[in-house]
T-cell receptor, first 116, second 114 residues
Framework: GAGVSQSPSNKVTEKGKDVELRCDPI?????LYWYRQSLGQGLEFLIY????????KSGLPSDRFSAERTGGSVSTLTIQRTQQEDSAVYLC??????????????FGPGTRLTVT | AQSVTQLGSHVSVSEGALVLLRCNYS??????LFWYVQYPNQGLQLLLK??????LVKGINGFEAEFKKSETSFHLTKPSAHMSDAAEYFC????????????FGSGTKLNVKP
């Protein structure tokens, strides 16, 4: 596709269930980023991938969160045993390379996660 | 830890007036700095970034920001506000000692009055 896509667009889940969020970056983009935006915490950076590798996972909020990227393309963010405080909009972005000066970062529409 | 302070959660300007959104960061080492914009009911968009090249960075839609190391600031400006500039703006810094994490400010909502 022409842009970054994320699925599902909306997800309502019960507390304690696992959820998987998907991000399809723009073809050829080696860098992929995950953020979340919530009323309580504002905008937070979670993790980034350079290729299939995530250099630092310490931005993930807890050990219930994990992320992977395969084939240098699709990435999934998994939240196990969801809690109400996980409710947020999860945003994905991609760019050609990580922080290249002339590089542009493109965002997906986000996945709105609601934990009931 | 890094921190980013955006002065003023809400800023209101008249159409045609100067836009100045303030951002200060805590760091002893020149970091990488970013401004993002989020239009109402839309996704996030990168406006501009500073990555240790020119200290005056030009972005999209006529915005620019100047990195001032002595003031640890990266204020966003636009000479003449347009109604379409009404949005929420976020400043972010990439960790000086850890280039693998971003830290965001709390955001500034810009209102443009006709």
């Amino acid at each position: 596709g022409a842009g970054v896509s994320q699925s599902p667009s909306n997800k309502v889940t019960e507390k304690g269930k696992d959820v998987e969020l998907r991000c399809d970056p723009i073809s050829g983009h080696t860098a992929l980023y995950w953020y979340r935006q919530s009323l309580g915490q504002g905008l937070e950076f979670l993790i980034y991938f350079q290729g299939n590798s995530a250099p630092d996972k310490s931005g993930l909020p807890s050990d219930r969160f994990s992320a992977e990227r395969t084939g240098g393309s699709v990435s999934t963010l998994t939240i196990q045993r969801t809690q109400q405080e996980d409710s947020a909009v999860y945003l994905c972005a991609s760019s050609l390379a990580f922080l290249a000066p002339q590089d542009e970062q493109y965002f997906g529409p986000g996945t709105r996660l609601t934990v009931t | 830890a890094q921190s980013v302070t955006q002065l003023g959660s809400h800023v209101s300007v008249s159409e045609g007036a100067l836009v100045l959104l303030r951002c200060n960061y805590s760091s002893s080492v020149p970091p990488y700095l970013f401004w993002y914009v989020q239009y109402p009911n839309q996704g996030l968009q990168l406006l501009l970034k500073y990555t240790s090249a020119a200290t005056l960075v030009k972005g999209i839609n006529g915005f620019e920001a100047e990195f001032k190391k002595s003031e640890t600031s990266f204020h966003l400006t636009k000479p003449s506000a347009h109604m379409s500039d009404a949005a929420e703006y976020f400043c972010a810094v990439m960790g000086s000692y850890n280039f693998n994490k971003f830290y965001f400010g709390s955001g500034t909502k810009l209102n443009v009055k006709p």
